[in-house]
């Protein structure tokens, strides 16, 4: 069974950090590259961007760049998403997503979701 777990989520202040994991499950953690969305209350799903952790390629949003970093742990199977300089705007539900690769031209379908982890950012 294929498993995206996400984890690390909660209240930060404003220009504070927070690091979110994304470990899966059920199947071979190179085949897939690990996409980040978040979506905010009354708005549309976002792409945060992707990591290829095959190659170590990433792609950020214009509006995440330079403040989050993906990484990944090929032995424990996770992806990381380290949030710095977080904003208020950055308030969302973030969810982490298995695709074929890791690109916007087109972007590929991601066929297996994990649940979400809450990011509150007070200011």
């Known amino acids: 069974e294929v498993q995206l777990v996400e984890s690390g989520g909660g209240l930060v202040q404003a220009g504070g950090s927070l690091r979110l994991s994304c470990a899966v499950s059920g199947f071979t953690f190179d085949d897939y590259a690990i996409g980040w969305f978040r979506q905010a209350p009354g708005k549309e799903r976002e792409g945060v961007g992707c990591i290829d952790s095959s190659d170590g390629s990433t792609l950020y949003a214009d509006s995440v760049k330079g403040r989050f970093t993906f990484s990944s742990d090929n032995a424990k199977n996770t992806v990381y998403l380290q949030m710095s300089s977080l904003k208020p705007e950055d308030t969302a539900v973030y969810y982490c997503?298995?695709?074929?690769?890791?690109?916007?031209?087109?972007?590929?379908?991601?066929?297996?979701w994990g649940q979400g982890t809450q990011v509150t950012v007070s200011s």
């Open positions: 997503a298995a695709g074929l690769y890791c690109g916007n031209n087109p972007p590929p379908p991601y066929d297996y």
